[in-house]
C-alpha cells in the first residue's frame, strides 16, 4: 500500500514488513513503527480523542476532504491512497502554527496529554475552513476530552484564532492508482475491494468475513480480546456505496456514507436532525463510522435504527445475485440479529424527504450530550392534518432486546387531537408496551418515565 | 522563547514524552500483571507451567519472588504488592509477567491458572461499618454541646446524603519504567506525584538501600492526587521485574486495568442533622460520615482527617459533633483526590444550607452570609484553629454586585413562573480551603541552585509537574528573585537523588513549600555574590541590584555589568556558586485523638454562583453562567490561575452531575471505561463561564505574597449540583433528596419521586 505521511510518500509491502499487517490501528503504527509518539494513547476505544490524526482523501467527486479520525481505531489498511497528517507534520520549519500558537499563548494545554489531540482537530477544523466560534469549536472538539483545563482557556485560544488571517494550506495526495489489497499473513486475512461487485464476490466467497469501515467498534473488541487472527474486508474506499443522492420525494444515502455526511444531508430536509445527528459519538467517529455500521451491529440502542423507524426507511440489501428492498421495521428480528443473508450487504438506505405538514421529534437520552452510548432514544414522526394527528410512525431504542416500533402507541395517537392532552393520555401505552431492563446506563423505571415524558416533550417541541 | 513557554509549546506539537513515549532500549521488556476477577477470595493453586513456555516470556513472579517486604503502604503496610493467600477487590494484582511483545504477555495471560475460592466480600459501606471493619481509630469532633443547641433551634432537620466515587481518569494513565544498572543500582523513570515513596516502596521491596534507587519523574500527565500512592505500583512492579531479569522493564497500564484497579475519590454516605433558628443561623451540627476506603488504609486517615477539618466550610457552627468511620470493603483502595476528603465534608453543610433556605424560605446565599466566620467574633474552628486573616463577607458583597445575584434570582423566578417544564436554579457556594499537609511533618521542602560561570542557572526542586504549572511558578520565583531573565533559568525534572525525602506534590503545597526553599537558597547565595561584588566594585551591598540579568548599584544605574560577567570573577575568586536550602512551615500542629490544633498556615477564600437550566422531562441541564471570584494574593502567573480554578471547578461539576461508577453485586466495577464513565466533555462547561482572580487579599502567605490554588477552587462545582437542587424546588416542592452524582436520571428520580431500581 502507498500512502503520505506529513508530507512523505510511504509504501508499506506487508510481506517484507513483518510486524506490520493492515488491521493495527493507525496508533499502533505510528507509536511502535513509526516513531511518532506524539499520537497519545488515552483510552484507546475512541473515547478520549488523545490520538486524534488527519486524513485527506478525494471524495467520490475527486475532491480532496480532510477531516479529524481517532488514530486508535482507523486501521493502517484504510490509510492506502490517503494522506495521513498527525500531530508532528502541523507546525512547519519549527514554527508553530497558528493554532497551536494561539494555544500557547492562552495556556490551553496543562498537563498536555490530550493536548495533540485538541490541536489535531482544531487543525482539521482550520483547514476546512470552519469559523472558529463557540459552537462551532464545540461541534469539532466533541470527542477530545480533557481532565486538566475545563476547557475554558481552550475557547479562548481557538477564539483567537479567528482573527487571523487564513494560510491555505492543501495537503498533496498520491496519484489516483489504485489497487485492491488483499494480505493474508499469520493467519489473518485482510481484503480491500475498491468496487460493490468485487466486494460482493468477496462476500459470496467469504460470507463469515468481517466486514469494517469505520472500525470504531471492531478496533475496541480487539483492544479488549486481543485476538491472534481476523478475517476483516475493509469496504470504506468503495466510492458506489459512499453517495448521498436527491430523487423526487426521498434521499438515498450509501451504506457506507459517513454519519457526518448523512448528517449533513438529511439536515437539509429536517432541520432537527442537525442537533440530533450531532450527537451520535463524535466527529472523529461520524467522520469514519457509518449508518449500515450502526445498523449492521443490531444493538438494541443506536442512534441510526430509532430513526430510520419513525421515517419508515427502505433499507436495500444486495448480493452478487439479487437485491432486494426492505421496511427498516423487517430487519431486526431478535436480540443483535437480523434479516440479512450471509452473501447479503447492506448497500443503501432510502428515507423519504418530509411533505408540508409532516413533522419529526427525535431524542436520544444518555449521560452525557457528546460521545456517549444512549440509554433510551426516541424518534417520532407524524404529519397534522386540520389539528388532527396522522402518518404516526415510531421508534424506540434501548426500550427492548431490538430497537423498535411502538404499535400501540400509533395507532392512539392516529386520528386524535395534536394537544398536549392527547400525548399526556398517550403516556400509559409506553409501560403496557415495554418491559425494558436496568443496567449502567440506567434503571428500567428510568426508561420508562423518560418514554413517557418524552411523548410530552415531542408535543411542547413539535406545537 | 523561555523554558516554561517551550514546555507548553512542546506539548502542543505532541514532542513531549510521558513514559509512553521514551525510546525504548533494545532489550526491554513490557511488564504486565495477572489480576484477581474476585473480590475476596482465597487462592488455592497457581500453575504457571504452561504460560511460562510461550515463546518471549521471560518472568512469571509470584509475592514469593520478592527478594523484601511484600506489604507497602502510604500509613500503615496492610497492602500486598502481589496477592499472598487472599485476593481482596477485583483487579488485585496476583503476578507480574515479563515478556519481549505485548501480544506474548496476553498469550501468557490466557494460559495461566489461577484457583480462586471465592468468598463472601463485603461492598457496601453499611455493612462495613454494621461489622466495625475499620482498619484505624474512626475520628471524632466534639465543639460546643450539640445537644442544648438542638434544643434551643427553631427548626431541626435531619438526612441522609451519599455523594459518589470519582475516577481520577488523568489522561495519561499509570506508567513507569526501571533500568537496573550495572553498579547494582537502579534508575526508576515514574509517572508520579510522589516520587519518594515510590523509592522507599521499591527499597523495602527489593532489599536495597534508598540511596541506590534513583527516581526521576519529568511531567507527568496529569494526576489530581490519583498519582500519590497509586503510583507506587508500577514504580515497584517494574522494579521487582527489570531486577530479576536484569534488563530494563517498561509497564504502561491500559485505560481499562488503570480504572480497574486504582482506587479513587471516597464514597461517603452522611447522615446529618441541623439545628438553626428562623433567621437561618446555625446552632447545632451533628453528622456521622461512612468512607468506603476499599481494601486497604492506603491514605484514608489523612483524608479523612482533612474531611473533619473541612466539614464547616466557612461557617461557624456553635456546636458540632461528628463522627467520620473509615469502612474497609473489597473494592481498590479509594485514595488521594484533589480536595483530599474536603469536598465530600463540605458538600454536606452546603446541602444543609440549601435546606436552611428551603426551610426558612430565606434566600440560600442570605443564609451562607448570616453563618460566614465573623472577622473578630465567631471566628474559632471547631478544631480551636482562629480563622484569621479572614476575607470572605469582602468576598461576598463584591461577587453578590459582579455576578447581578439578586436580579437575577428574580428573573429565573419570572422564568420558572412561565415555563411548565424547564426550571431554573441558582446556587452560590463558598469556600475556606485549609493549606498544609495536615500531617504537619510533611509540610518541608529543599532546594538546589547552581549557577554556572555563564551567569545561567539551575534549579532543583521536590515537586513534581503535572500540569498544574508548578515549574512555570518556579521559574518566576527564580528570575523575580534572583534578578535574572527567564531564557537563563533552567527548572530540572525532579529527581530523588538529588533533592531527597521530597514530600509528594499535594495538598496545594507545591508552590509554597518548593518556592520557599528556593527563594531561601537564592537569597543566601545572592548574598554571598554580593559581599563578593561590595569588595571588589565598592559598591555598598544595600545598594546593589540584580535586574534582567545585569547587576547595578543604586547609586549609580548607567554603570550596568552583565550577569555573566560578574559571576565569571566571583568563580576566579573561588565564590561557592551553588546553594542548597530548606524549607519547613513554621507554626502548625495538630492532634488527631482531640481534634484539636492549628493545622494550617492559611486558608484561601473564595466564591462561586452557578445557574443551571434543568429540562425536569429529561433530567438534561445545562450551566447558563458562572461566577468565579478567588482569592489568589499576589498570583504568580494569572493564566495558570485561571486555568487550575476553571479545571477545578469543571472537574468538580463532573464529579456532581455525571461520573457515576457502578459496581455489580460482586464487586466488579461495571464502569471502567470511558464509554461508560462520563467526564465533562467540551459542551458541559457553563455556557458563561466568568473566572474573577481576587488579587486583594491584604495578608502575606504563600510565597511571594501568592496563594495556594490548586485544591480550593474544586468546590465551586457543587453550586451546579446545589443549583439543580434549587430548581428542583420549583418542581416538586415536596422535599427530595439529591445525592451526587446528580445524574439525569437521580434528578428526574428527585423531580418525580420514583424509586430506583438495582443497575447490577
Known sequence: ???????????????????????????????????????????????????????????????????????????????????????????????????????????????????????????????????????????????????????????????????????????????????????????SVYIKPLDLQSLLKYKRWYPQYTLVSGASDLSVKYKTEHPASVSLIDISDIEELKGVTINKDSLTIGANASIESAKEALSVYYPQLSEYLSTFASLQIRNKASMAGSVAGASPVGDIMPLLL??????????????????????????????????????????????????????????????????????????????????????????????????????FLTGRPFTEDTFIKAKPLVRQEFSTISDIR?????????????????FNDLK | ???????????????????????????????????????????????????????????????????????????????????????????????????????????????????????????????????????????????????????????????????????????????????????????????????????????????????????????????????????????????????????????????????????????????????????????????KFLFDIGFSADLSRSIIERSLLHLDNSYYIPSVKCDLYPCRTNKPSNTAFRGFGAPQSIAAIEYVMEEISRVTGIDAAVVRNRNFYGKSVRNTAPYGQKIKDNIIGDLYKELLKTSDYKQRVKSLKEFNKSSKWKKRGISMVPVKFGISFTTSFLNQGAALVNMYKDGSLVVHQGGVEMGQGLYDKMMNVVSREFGITKESVRICSTNISVIPNTSATAASTGSDINGHAIKLAIDRLKNRLNDFISLNYSWGKEDIVWENSFIFSKKNPEIRYPISEIIKNAYLAQVSLSEQAYYKTPGIHFDRVIARGNPFYYYVFGLSVSEVEVDMLTGAHKIIRTDILHDV????????????????????????????????????????????????????????????????????????????????????????????????????????????????????????????????
Open chain 1, 1 to 187: 500500500m502507498k500512502f503520505i505521511l506529513n508530507g512523505t510518500p510511504v509504501e508499506i509491502d506487508f510481506i517484507k514488513e513483518k510486524l506490520l499487517f493492515p488491521h493495527m490501528t493507525v496508533m499502533d503504527y505510528l507509536r511502535e513503527h513509526a516513531h511518532l509518539t506524539g499520537t497519545k494513547e488515552g483510552c484507546g476505544i475512541g473515547d478520549c480523542g488523545a490520538c486524534t490524526v488527519c486524513l485527506a482523501e478525494r471524495d467520490v467527486f475527486g475532491n480532496t476532504v480532510i477531516s479529524s479520525v481517532n488514530g486508535c481505531l482507523i486501521m493502517l489498511g484504510m490509510l492506502d491512497n490517503k494522506h495521513l497528517i498527525t500531530i508532528e507534520g502541523v507546525a512547519k520549519n519549527g514554527k508553530l502554527h497558528l493554532v497551536q500558537q494561539s494555544l500557547v499563548e492562552k495556556r490551553g494545554s496543562q498537563c498536555g496529554f490530550c493536548s495533540p489531540g485538541m490541536v489535531m482537530s482544531a487543525y482539521a477544523h482550520y483547514l476546512n475552513k470552519k469559523p472558529f466560534t463557540r459552537s462551532s469549536i464545540e461541534s469539532s472538539l466533541s470527542g477530545n476530552l480533557c481532565r486538566c483545563t475545563g476547557y475554558e482557556s481552550i475557547f479562548q485560544a481557538l477564539i483567537d484564532v479567528e482573527k487571523y488571517e487564513r494560510i491555505e494550506e492543501n495537503p498533496e495526495l498520491p496519484e489516483n492508482s489504485r489497487e485492491e489489497l488483499f494480505v493474508e499473513k499469520n493467519g
Open chain 1, 442 to 458: 440506567g434503571s428500567a423505571e428510568y426508561r420508562l418515565l423518560v418514554a413517557e415524558n418524552l411523548l410530552i416533550k415531542c
Open chain 2, 633 to 760: 494574593g499576589e498570583s504568580l502567573d494569572k493564566l495558570i490561575d485561571k486555568g487550575q480554578i476553571e479545571g477545578a471547578f469543571v472537574q468538580c461539576s463532573g464529579w456532581a452531575t455525571m461520573e457515576e461508577l457502578v459496581y455489580n453485586s460482586k464487586g466488579a466495577l461495571l464502569t471502567a471505561s470511558p464509554d461508560s464513565y462520563k467526564i465533562p466533555g467540551i459542551a458541559d462547561i457553563p455556557q458563561d463561564f466568568r473566572v474573577n482572580l481576587y488579587e486583594k487579599n491584604p495578608f502575606n502567605a504563600g510565597i511571594l505574597k501568592s496563594r495556594a490554588v490548586g485544591e480550593p477552587p474544586f468546590i465551586y462545582g457543587l453550586s451546579v449540583w446545589l443549583a439543580i437542587k434549587n430548581a428542583l424546588i420549583y418542581f416538586n416542592k415536596k422535599s427530595c433528596r439529591l445525592d451526587l452524582p446528580a445524574t439525569k436520571e437521580k434528578i428526574l428520580k428527585c423531580a418525580y419521586s420514583y424509586v430506583e431500581s438495582d443497575k447490577n
Open chain 2, 1 to 287: 522563547m523561555d523554558q516554561s513557554l517551550k514546555r507548553t509549546a512542546s506539548h502542543l506539537k505532541g514532542e513531549t514524552r510521558y513514559i509512553d513515549d521514551l525510546d525504548k532500549p533494545n532489550n526491554v521488556l513490557y511488564g504486565f500483571i495477572y489480576r484477581s476477577n474476585f473480590a475476596y477470595g482465597k487462592i488455592e493453586k497457581i500453575d504457571i507451567e504452561e504460560a511460562k513456555r510461550v515463546k518471549d516470556v521471560f518472568a512469571i513472579l509470584s509475592y514469593k519472588d520478592i527478594p523484601g517486604k511484600n506489604f507497602m503502604g502510604a500509613v500503615f503496610d496492610d497492602e500486598p504488592i502481589l496477592a499472598e493467600e487472599h485476593v481482596e477487590f477485583i483487579g488485585q494484582a496476583i503476578l507480574l509477567i515479563a515478556a519481549k511483545s505485548k501480544s506474548a504477555a496476553f498469550e501468557a495471560i490466557t494460559k495461566i491458572k489461577v484457583d480462586i475460592k471465592e468468598l463472601e466480600p463485603v461492598l457496601d459501606v453499611e455493612e462495613s461499618y454494621t461489622k466495625g471493619n475499620f482498619p484505624f481509630d474512626p475520628l471524632h469532633i466534639v465543639s460546643g454541646d450539640v445537644e442544648e443547641g438542638f434544643a434551643k433551634s427553631d427548626f431541626v432537620i435531619e438526612g441522609v446524603l451519599n455523594t459518589g466515587c470519582q475516577e481520577h481518569f488523568y489522561l495519561e494513565t499509570q506508567a513507569a519504567m526501571s533500568v537496573p544498572k550495572p553498579d547494582g543500582t537502579i534508575l526508576v523513570k515514574t509517572s508520579s506525584q510522589n516520587p519518594s515513596e515510590n523509592q522507599l516502596i521499591i527499597s523495602h521491596a527489593l532489599k536495597l538501600e534508598s540511596s541506590k534507587i534513583e527516581v526521576v519523574t519529568d511531567i507527568i500527565g496529569g494526576g489530581f492526587g490519583g498519582k500519590e500512592t497509586q503510583s507506587n505500583w508500577c514504580a515497584v512492579w517494574t522494579s521487582l521485574l527489570a531486577n530479576h531479569c536484569a534488563v530494563p522493564v517498561i509497564m504502561v497500564m491500559d485505560r481499562r486495568e488503570d480504572m480497574l484497579i486504582t482506587g479513587k475519590r471516597h464514597p461517603v454516605k452522611t447522615t446529618y442533622k441541623a439545628g438553626f433558628n428562623k433567621n437561618g443561623r446555625l446552632n447545632a451540627y451533628s453528622a
Open chain 1, 310 to 411: 419513525a421515517l419508515r426507511a427502505g433499507i436495500v440489501l444486495t448480493s452478487d445475485k439479487s437485491s432486494r428492498s426492505i421496511e427498516s421495521r423487517n430487519f431486526n428480528t431478535a436480540y443483535r440479529r437480523h434479516i440479512m443473508a450471509d452473501d447479503e450487504i447492506i448497500e443503501k438506505f432510502i428515507l423519504p424527504l418530509p411533505s408540508e405538514r409532516h413533522k419529526l421529534f427525535c431524542s436520544k437520552q444518555s449521560k452525557r450530550k457528546d460521545m456517549d452510548i444512549s440509554s433510551m432514544t426516541f424518534c417520532i414522526s407524524l404529519s397534522i392534518d386540520n389539528g388532527i394527528i396522522k402518518d404516526v410512525s415510531t421508534g424506540f431504542g434501548g426500550m427492548a432486546a431490538v430497537p423498535c416500533a411502538s404499535g400501540k402507541i400509533e395507532e
